[in-house]
């Protein structure tokens, strides 16, 4: 595909022809005339940026090459989705699941914690980097925001981990302090108490929700097929 290009601004031809008041005319401003310095701030309107070309409808099996990704992602991710809520409704409730023996419970936060973080580690080495040839969203840096949703204000000028990266981090950061109490109670270290689980669970469960929807949207269809061919799409090793 064609590199962007950025076009040179473009001035007035002959900026000095440019009509002023003058000391022979009617005495009434002129609506060309430049604010001064003390006039107060000038209103700036700034240009909405041009919508994406609509591109022409995909046909059914090209549809399904192009959203293959994000149809096996969101197969992992269901696994997760089933297991994370396992855990917050036990702690919501107060109450164990009828079908699981206390063991068996803390087994499921513990595979829930495994799962996840080898799934990272496999995203972070092998896909990850090849998606973000062409996809900002995927890179390990990415030019800085203003603002994000899962934290404050980040710095300017910095280039800083996309937002999916930092959603891992994130979700390692509360995962592992859960991981690290239900391996002391599976050694007797301490007794399981939902009260305490419930904190541990809820700390991460945001953001690791928000992080399984938003790359399943990212490896979409309609986003991939704007920067990858249809054989690019059968090479990716998913």
């Known amino acids: ?5 950025i076009p ?3 001035g ?3 900026p000095e022809a440019r009509p002023v008041n003058t000391p022979e005319s009617d005495g009434e401003p002129s609506n060309d005339a430049e604010p001064s310095c003390g006039s107060g701030s000038a209103s700036i309107t700034k240009a909405e940026p041009e919508p994406e070309p609509a591109l022409p409808p995909l046909t059914p099996q090209e549809f399904r090459i192009y959203n293959r990704l994000a149809e096996q992602m969101d197969y992992f991710h269901d696994h997760f989705r089933q297991m994370y809520t396992t855990l917050s409704t036990a702690c919501a409730t107060n109450r164990r699941p009828a079908n699981m023996t206390l063991k068996q419970f803390i087994d499921e936060g513990l595979r829930l914690a495994r799962y996840l973080e080898m799934h990272h580690s496999i995203e972070e ?3 990850y980097p090849l998606l973000a040839r062409k996809m900002p969203e995927f890179r390990a840096t990415a030019p800085p925001a203003s603002l994000t949703k899962w934290g404050g204000k980040r710095g300017k000028g910095k280039k800083e981990e996309c937002e999916l990266l930092r959603q891992h981090k994130l979700i390692h950061e509360g995962m592992d302090d859960m991981a690290e109490y239900l391996r002391r109670c599976k050694a007797g270290e301490c007794e399981l108490e939902l009260g305490v689980l ?3 669970v809820d700390s991460w469960g945001g953001v690791l929700l928000e992080h399984l929807d938003q790359e399943v949207r990212d490896l979409g269809a ?5 920067v990858w061919t249809v054989q690019e799409m059968k090479s990716f090793p998913m």
């Open 1 to 5: 595909m064609p590199e962007n290009t």
């Open 8 to 10: 040179e601004p473009v």
């Open 12 to 14: 007035p031809a002959n």
């Open 125 to 127: 080495t092998h896909l």
């Open 198 to 200: 419930k904190g541990k």
């Open 222 to 226: 309609e986003k991939m097929r704007r």
